[in-house]
């Protein structure tokens, strides 16, 4: 049986040749599956906001540009190379009706905006992706394979 390794909520790992990358709980979140196929190296990101901005906080995998340039620092020492990456995304949803001009808006439609936006200025695009309406999913990246799933509650699993 392959090893599980569990990404948190505004968390990263990275591990080679074998495992099974999964993070839960991707609701307006998003989760962001990179792959480096030549060297079996893979790494999932599990994002919550599209951007740092001034704030204290030191947690730099909670968002989208902060997250994704230290976790395409750190593929790239252990021998990623950007060109060969296959990035995918999960989660973005709209997990709840905001009314009144509060601001927030569709943090989940934020989050996926910014990531695409991201990746495109690093030279990656997306390859494949499953974001958007009102569900939360589990996204998974089998490391040995480089194949990422994406399950979600009465819904048949997805291939991206």
């Known amino acids: 049986m392959e090893k599980k390794i569990s990404v948190g909520i505004a968390d990263m790992k990275i591990t080679r040749q ?4 999964i993070t839960y709980a991707l609701g307006s979140c998003i989760g962001i599956s990179f792959y480096d196929p030549m060297i079996k190296l893979g790494a999932l990101l599990h994002i919550m906001l599209p951007e740092k901005g001034r704030g204290n906080d ?3 995998y909670k968002f989208a ?8 620092r750190k593929l790239s020492a252990y021998g990623a190379t950007k060109r060969r990456l296959v990035c995918k995304i999960a989660g973005g949803a709209k997990m709840f009706e ?6 927030l ?10 990531v695409k936006r991201i990746l495109m200025a690093e030279g990656l695009h997306v390859a494949s992706e499953d974001t958007g309406a009102n569900y939360a999913r ?11 799933s994406v399950r979600s509650a009465g819904r ?3 291939f991206l």
Do not use: C
């Open 18 to 21: 074998e495992g099974i990358l």
């Open 58 to 60: 030191s947690n730099i």
């Open 65 to 72: 540009d902060s997250g994704i340039h230290e976790t395409l």
């Open 98 to 103: 905001m009314k009144g001009a509060g601001g």
């Open 105 to 114: 808006g569709n943090i989940g439609e934020r989050n996926a905006q910014n």
């Open 138 to 148: 589990t996204m998974l990246l089998d490391v040995s394979t480089g194949k990422v």
């Open 156 to 158: 048949p699993e997805r």
